[in-house]
């Protein structure tokens, strides 16, 4: 592999700033909300956990059907 | 292009999107870890689409399988919107003369167009009269504009045939155990942008709601989707 090296150019993206948050983070979106107080925050995740509770009943015969079992929440 | 590189010895790979360049250079990293077991990102998207429409969507399944699905998701889109935003609204009510719809989109087997499938204001009933929109990053859709650029999309929309006045896409990007980007969920409002609460939040209480509406799809369709993708020898339904 030596004298080989590959880079890569991305032309005028149209919102530079995110794109650039996208690659230097690992190529995933991340969010950053630590300013938005705790408890707030604290409800939003209990809520996303219900509902993620909620899909994960409403798919499990089918993950099961699939020949799978969906893991549990963590 | 192309061959004005090939002069100087560099060989130039063009990518379709932006999004493509951070998928391209995952995979190039994920080639070199996994060497002889490296299996390419567009085997293993269709293994995972096709997962994914058959035991979150139930296509492919009898019309009766597959319209109770479509109503329990809808309501699952309807109530998640609604609990999320209220708990980003500090325990509010979202405003009664603004509506707003979630929409869940998912690419195709092939990458090559993105459909609507769930929606909670409305439930399909007939999987032949549902409309897969093509991949280009001159579409005027926003589910479209948000998988090309792979990143946050809003507009505001303007259509006699449609309500919904402004629209903002989120990509749909699962990391584990391989990075896949699978489709992307929108958020719409009756309201243009500079009238709706989606845009008078502030930026870290929207990012709250953005991690809100994902994380609870990621919790569930991310370990599905990593069933499909370490289970090389499943056949595809179709």
Same mark, same amino acid.
Request: contains cysteine; hydrophobic residues 40%.
């Given at each position: 592999?030596?004298?080989?090296?590959?880079?890569?150019?991305?032309?005028?993206?149209?919102?530079?700033?995110?794109?650039?948050?996208?690659?230097?983070?690992?190529?995933?979106?991340?969010?950053?909300?630590?300013?938005?107080?705790?408890?707030?925050?604290?409800?939003?995740?209990?809520?996303?956990?219900?509902?993620?509770?909620?899909?994960?009943?409403?798919?499990?015969?089918?993950?099961?059907?699939?020949?799978?079992?969906?893991?549990?929440?963590? | %292009? /192309?061959?004005?590189?090939?002069?100087?010895?560099?060989?130039?790979?063009?990518?379709?999107?932006?999004?493509?360049?951070?998928?391209?250079?995952?995979?190039?990293?994920?080639?070199?870890?996994?060497?002889? /077991?490296?299996?390419?990102?567009?085997?293993?998207?269709?293994?995972?689409?096709?997962?994914?429409?058959?035991?979150?969507?139930?296509?492919?399944?009898?019309?009766?399988?597959?319209? *109770?699905?479509?109503?329990?998701? /809808?309501?699952?889109?309807?109530?998640?919107?609604?609990?999320? %935003?209220?708990?980003?609204?500090?325990?509010?009510?979202?405003?009664?003369?603004?509506?707003?719809?979630?929409?869940?989109? %998912?690419?195709?087997?092939?990458?090559?167009?993105?459909?609507?499938?769930?929606?909670?204001?409305?439930?399909?009933?007939?999987?032949?009269?549902?409309?897969?929109?093509?991949?280009?990053?001159? /579409?005027?859709?926003?589910?479209?504009?948000?998988?090309?650029?792979?990143?946050?999309?809003?507009?505001? *929309?303007?259509?006699?045939?449609? *309500?919904?006045?402004?629209?903002?896409?989120?990509?749909?990007?699962?990391?584990?155990?391989?990075?896949?980007?699978?489709?992307? %969920?929108?958020?719409?409002?009756?309201?243009?942008?500079?009238?709706?609460?989606?845009?008078?939040?502030?930026?870290? *209480?929207?990012?709250?709601?953005?991690?809100?509406?994902?994380?609870?799809?990621?919790?569930?369709?991310?370990?599905?989707?990593?069933?499909?993708?370490?289970?090389?020898?499943?056949?595809?339904?179709?």
């Amino acid at each position: 592999m030596s004298g080989i090296r590959a880079s890569v150019l991305i032309m005028a993206p149209p919102q530079h700033g995110e794109i650039v948050k996208q690659l230097g983070d690992g190529w995933a979106i991340r969010w950053d909300s630590t300013h938005v107080d705790p408890e707030t925050q604290a409800a939003v995740r209990r809520v996303a956990k219900a509902r993620s509770d909620e899909l994960r009943a409403i798919l499990a015969d089918s993950v099961r059907e699939a020949g799978f079992e969906l893991p549990t929440a963590a | %292009m /192309s061959k004005r590189w090939e002069r100087l010895g560099v060989e130039a790979l063009f990518v379709d999107h932006f999004a493509d360049a951070a998928q391209l250079l995952h995979e190039i990293g994920l080639r070199r870890r996994s060497q002889e /077991s490296y299996e390419p990102i567009d085997a293993r998207a269709a293994r995972v689409i096709d997962g994914l429409e058959r035991t979150v969507f139930e296509i492919g399944r009898s019309d009766d399988e597959f319209c *109770r699905r479509q109503v329990a998701l /809808s309501r699952w889109l309807r109530t998640t919107l609604h609990d999320v %935003m209220r708990a980003t609204l500090g325990g509010s009510d979202p405003p009664a003369d603004e509506r707003f719809a979630l929409t869940l989109w %998912m690419l195709g087997r092939t990458g090559t167009t993105i459909t609507g499938w769930a929606h909670s204001d409305r439930a399909h009933q007939d999987q032949t009269t549902i409309e897969a929109l093509p991949i280009s990053s001159a /579409s005027e859709w926003v589910a479209v504009q948000a998988v090309c650029q792979g990143v946050l999309v809003e507009r505001d *929309r303007s259509s006699p045939v449609s *309500r919904w006045r402004y629209v903002r896409g989120l990509p749909v990007i699962f990391d584990s155990p391989t990075r896949l980007p699978i489709g992307c %969920m929108t958020i719409s409002s009756t309201k243009p942008g500079s009238e709706s609460v989606l845009t008078a939040l502030d930026a870290s *209480r929207t990012a709250v709601l953005h991690d809100g509406l994902l994380g609870a799809v990621y919790d569930v369709l991310s370990p599905i989707s990593t069933l499909f993708q370490t289970a090389r020898d499943v056949r595809h339904s179709r």
